[in-house]
């Protein structure tokens, strides 16, 4: 699957034609579409830019002056930046490479003249080492070295340039993410700048900007989009830096806002409808860009809706107000200077919602008519041209009318009311009598929910007919007009999932009406072209954003063909979708962006010591972990938040008792803050402040998982960094060699494999052996499903929509992996017997299609066909558990965009229930089950990503839950654990926090509450956590994968506090190792650890002391012309002692040193594997049952696998 991260448009050459360019991060390239200069592009010209190079800006430019476009890119995967030189032919020549620093993740890149020298010049904002970096051109296409700005505490985002203080120089401008600000540094027109000059915005994630002069003052001025907020903000400049941004007060709950001029002074005005104070907002222009303080008119309570329009027919705009509570609309004169007069309140009917206006007694006087939901009927208002209206005459409708529009359905030259009636299923028609009365409505059946209604002339006979959603079905239901004012029996065609909003149009330009509809749950929209005869073609749906509610018409391009544009309620902006040929949409614009907690992870446990299991969640976006504790029936109480610290970001949990109290605490890794963070149980649900015991990491943490690694029967907690394939997303933990030991196995998500590392019960793992499964595996789960008595893997591949399913042999290794389709890009996978036949069956998240997919086994390996239920919109993760206390298996699903979960109670035959669904907040990601308040009633806990916590739903054990209650995690909660880390025999939580670089512990108080989070540092971006006692303590330690920063960071528990400092072992200088293994090299019963270096052409000894401390290195050289990049461990001469074989990056060779079993080895031995071969990575095994070990090599250049049989 593609990300588009960010595209340009520019020139080509001396063409006329413009070209398209866009990043690819997920298939690390960039793609160019050529313009033909009518509103279409060629296909896609793709250029690499390396691998796992994860592009995310561009900018054009001609950096060697040969009057050719050229490209840079920031690649955020790799450090660098990325030049193609355009030639004169539209190709570009490969990619070269400029570095912009180790972990340094360039986010954002900008080119201008900033040594007045002609040649152009580059700006990087390095997110990771929070730092601007600037290339100055040498003038042949190459650069000199990279000059760095720090920004402190900050992490610039987005990055732009403009001479902001009038000195014909150019400066540079940034937004930054965590911290409230943006910065301006001045450029001094020789190549250097000053440093940056910050100015508040109140947003912590200001993602966007963009310069041009707003007031017409001759100076740059700025806008800033803030992500969290939902906010723009725009400093106006002046000759130093900016003015503090201007902020325009509104009332409270702006519910409605709308454009005009109200001064008729050519200048656009605002007024804002704002419910909760019962007024509206006027807000003069001056036509710079800033305005007047605001001017509030009373209106009656709750105001919904403002229309504006010419009431008093004195050319002046006025306004008209639905107030809801006050059941009455206010009627506001406008004097034409920007003043109105006190609003005349006239009374409507019962919860007035939706409003049109229109001249219903043709006196050439504008009317209102308003829909009353409470009350079941319309009020016309009979307007007398001079801003009175009569007073309101209702006239019944169905139950509970929510859309109103009019029209002549009768071919009367009179106005005709329609309104979609929700909760009698039908649409009422009230004929016009042209003197401002109408008939009785007349109910027509129409759809089990009708939500909107549209008209228009479907089967061109000069008939108004009629269209509906009907959001429970699916499908929108057609009336066709004969014309007298009665309609045909509604003929249904399918849509996407809750249509939400229906408009019509000529969509292919034959003459014909078509109809689009906005899908709420399936986050698309429905074009179905109509036929001309009132049928309609099968629909053909068009992704938007999340939750898309409302659409309206138009040509955006001006290519004579209708285009779409989208509100989507769910992520906040809109979608502006460009059509070309016969009613297919070429490409989707999106603006604004989404706020919220961002939830990533969730983990159960007893918190509260009531034997119910209760729910963590990490809080990504609000810096905090949620705790919800289950009523052990199924249901939850209302999330507890329990803060990480600002700009945390906790990312991954993990539970445990770490204080050696018996109460269960949580760690939570905190992205932001490169912290662990601990929050101590009180065993009543409560938590003491969070404790961060100044644990901190080089690099952010991601997935936490749990389990008791050293078998000393406690839990423990990993952050783990062994190596992995390419972007792991899902860790699971089982024993999968039948050695009594725990080991890990990781889903990878860019490499199409899975990793498997074995657990040597000291915790410390074996290097990884891999097995290739589906496209995009996202999620791994484990059990026995062929009942052999030996463990098999189950992963959900989200490309290619199946799952890939690995026999285990009982001895770590698998069987080539068989796929079963399931519906729509699985994102989860659990298992469990859904049909009591003692045979484990699957059930899968299906993103895209809003659906789960059971898949029920047979026993011997594989699996039936899979049985799709309906969720809400945009499932992620599920997991399975009594809910109802019937013995039979039930699941429960989160749902990211309809901001819900789904319980799906099961039948104990392999078939369920329909979905019951309960309110989580925004975005929720992870779930788990558990009983969190130990009242032996299965809870629910989930982790949202959109708000940064977690909501627990305790459970009644009939299969209902209680209200979810939120508790604060932090940042990007990516991966939860749950265990006992204090040993007070209450659960606790640790989290991995993607984006705050760490992991948040809160620990239980047995009552389903927690201690504040306490955060630690990890790696960058840790992506998988887990726990376990690795230095024989008896104390839960942690351990974390680390995806930005490519190594293992492990946290050690203290007693009665939570983790000391991590242990760091300091290589050669400019080592920059590449591989590491673990082993007991000198048998003294302790692990020891050996680096492979491939710039210091060596490998490195470690030697434990036993005390958590090691020997300084002692290297042994690979010169004079191997480096070595990979490296494992084995006994290859049957002496019983450990040693070591390792694979060259730069020569056709791998190298084995003999171990004397004393902790040194022997001279180097080389072995040559061919010509072209560059090793990239070992596995050692008996390949021939000869007892004795063999080497299998990955040769990356030549593409094929060397074996080397030992004797």
Sequence with gaps: MMHIQSFIVTKSGNEKNSLECNTEMRTHSISIFYAYGHGDFSLPITYSTGYDSQPSSLAAGDFNNDNNVDLAIANFGTNNVGLLF????????????????????????????????????????????????????????????????????????????????????????????????????????????????????????????????????????????????????????????????????????????????????????????????????????????????????????????????????????????????????????????????????YLAGSAPQAVA?????????????????????????????????ANAKNYAAGSYPSSVTVGDFNDDTRLDIVVANEVSHDVSVLLGYGNGSFATAKNYAAASFPRSV?????????????????????????????????????????????????VVGDFNNDTRL???????????????????????????????????????????????????????????????????????????????????????????????????????????????????????NGSFENQMLLSTGSGSHPTSIAIGDFNGDSVVDIAVANYGTKKVVIMLGNRNGTFASQTSSGIDFDSPSAILASGDFNNDKRSEIWLFMYSAGYNPEHVAVADLNDDNRLDIVVANWLSNDVSVLF????????????????????????????????????????????????????????????????????????????????RLDIVVTNFLSNAVSILLGFGNGSFASARNYSTGSSPRYVAVGDFNNDTRLDIVVTNSDSKDLSVFLGYGNGSFAIAINYSTGSSPRSVAVGDFNRDTRLDIVVAKWGSDDVSVLLGYGNGSFAIATNYTAG???????????????????????????????????????????????????????????????????????????????VLLGYAYIAFVKKMTVITENGSQPDSLVISDFNNDDLMDIGVASSSRHSIG??????????????????????????????????????????????????????????????????????????????????????????????????DNLGVFIGY
């Design 454 to 502: 549209a008209v228009g002339d479907f089967n061109n006979d000069t008939r108004l007919d009629i269209v509906v959603t009907d959001s429970d079905n699916n499908d929108v239901s057609v009336l066709l007009g004969y014309g007298n004012g009665s309609f045909a029996t509604a003929i249904k065609y399918a849509t996407g999932s809750f249509p939400e909003s229906v």
């Design 514 to 632: 078509d109809i689009v509809v906005t899908n709420f749950v399936s986050n698309d929209v429905s074009i179905l072209l109509g036929y001309g005869n009132g049928s309609f073609s099968t629909a053909t749906n068009y992704a938007t954003g999340s939750s898309p509610r409302s659409v309206a018409l138009g040509d955006f391009n001006n290519d004579t063909r209708l285009d779409i544009v989208v509100a989507n309620f769910g992520s906040n902006f809109v979608s502006v979708l460009l059509q070309y040929n016969r009613g297919a949409i070429k490409y989707k614009m999106s603006y604004a962006s989404a706020n919220g907690s961002s939830l990533r992870s969730v983990v159960i446990g007893d918190f509260n010591d009531d034997t119910d299991l209760d729910l963590v969640l990490a809080n990504y976006g609000t810096n905090n972990i949620g705790v919800l504790f289950g009523h052990g």
């Design 357 to 389: 206006i229109g001249d219903f007694n043709n006196d050439t006087r504008l009317d209102i008519v308003i829909a009353n939901s409470d009350s079941h009927d319309v009020s016309v208002f009979l307007g007398y041209g001079n801003g009175s209206f």
């Design 86 to 345: 355009g030639n004169s032919n539209r190709t570009f020549e490969k990619q070269i490479t400029f570095s912009t620093g180790l972990g340094s993740h360039p986010y954002s890149i900008a080119v201008g003249h900033f040594n007045a020298d002609n040649f152009l010049d580059i700006a990087i904002a390095n997110s990771g080492t929070r730092q601007i970096g600037v290339l100055i051109n040498n003038g042949n296409g190459s650069f000199v070295n990279q000059t760095n700005y720090s920004i402190s505490s900050a992490s610039p985002y987005a990055i732009s340039v403009g001479d902001f203080n009038q000195d014909n120089r150019l400066d540079i401008v940034i937004t930054n993410n965590g911290i409230e600000n943006i910065g301006v540094l001045l450029g001094d027109g020789n190549g250097n700048f000053e440093n940056p000059i910050m100015y508040s915005t109140g947003s912590y994630s200001s993602i966007s900007v963009a310069i041009g002069d707003l007031n017409k003052d001759h100076r740059l001025d700025v806008v800033v989009v803030n992500n969290d907020t939902g906010s723009i903000d725009i400093p106006l400049g002046r000759h130093e830096g900016f003015l503090n941004q201007t902020n325009y007060l509104r009332g409270a709950s702006p519910s409605s806002l709308l454009v005009g001029d109200f001064n008729n002074d050519t200048r656009l005005d605002i007024v804002v409808a704002n419910s909760r104070n019962s007024c509206v907002s006027v807000f003069l222009g001056s036509g710079n860009g800033s305005f007047a303080i605001a001017t509030n008119y009373s209106t009656g309570s709750s105001p919904l809706a403002v229309a504006l329009g010419d009431f008093n027919n004195d050319t002046r705009l006025d306004i008209v107000v639905a107030n809801e509570i006050s059941h009455d609309i206010s009627v506001l004169l406008g004097y034409g200077n920007g003043s109105f007069a006190t609003a005349t309140n």
């Design 1101 to 1198: 000894i470690f030697l434990a002391y036993g005390n958590i401390s090691f020997t300084s290195q002692v290297s042994y050289s690979t010169r004079p012309y191997m480096s070595p990049c990979s490296m494992v461990v084995g006994d290859f001469n049957n002496d019983t002692q450990v040693d070591i074989v390792f694979g060259s990056c730069d020569s056709d060779n791998i190298g084995v040193f003999l171990g004397y079993g004393n902790g040194s080895f022997g001279n180097l031995m080389v072995y040559s594997t061919g010509s072209n071969s560059s090793q990239y990575s070992l596995a050692v095994g008996d390949i021939n049952n000869d007892t004795i070990q063999d080497i299998v090599v990955a040769n990356h250049d030549n």
């Design 971 to 1049: 940042s990007f909660p990516e991966s939860v654990a749950v265990g006992d880390f204090n040993n007070d025999a209450w659960l606790d939580i640790a989290v991995a926090n993607f984006n705050s670089r760490d992991v948040s512990v809160l620990l239980g108080c047995g009552n389903g509450s927690f201690a504040a989070a306490i955060n630690y540092t990890a790696g960058s971006y840790p992506f998988a956590i887990a726990v376990g006692d690795f230095n024989n303590d008896s104390r839960l330690d942690i351990v974390v994968t680390n995806q930005g920063s490519q190594d293992v960071s």
């Design 759 to 838: 657990g040597y019960g000291n915790g410390s793992f074996t290097k990884e052996a891999r097995y290739s499964v589906g496209s995009r595996p996202q999620s791994v789960a484990v059990g026995d499903f062929n009942n052999d008595s030996r463990l098999d893997i189950v992963v959900a591949n989200s490309d290619s929509n199946d799952v890939s399913v690995l026999l285990g042999y009982g001895n770590g290794s698998f069987a080539t992996a068989t796929t079963y389709l399931t519906g729509s890009s699985p994102r989860s996978v659990a298992v469990g017997d859904f049909n009591n036949d003692t």
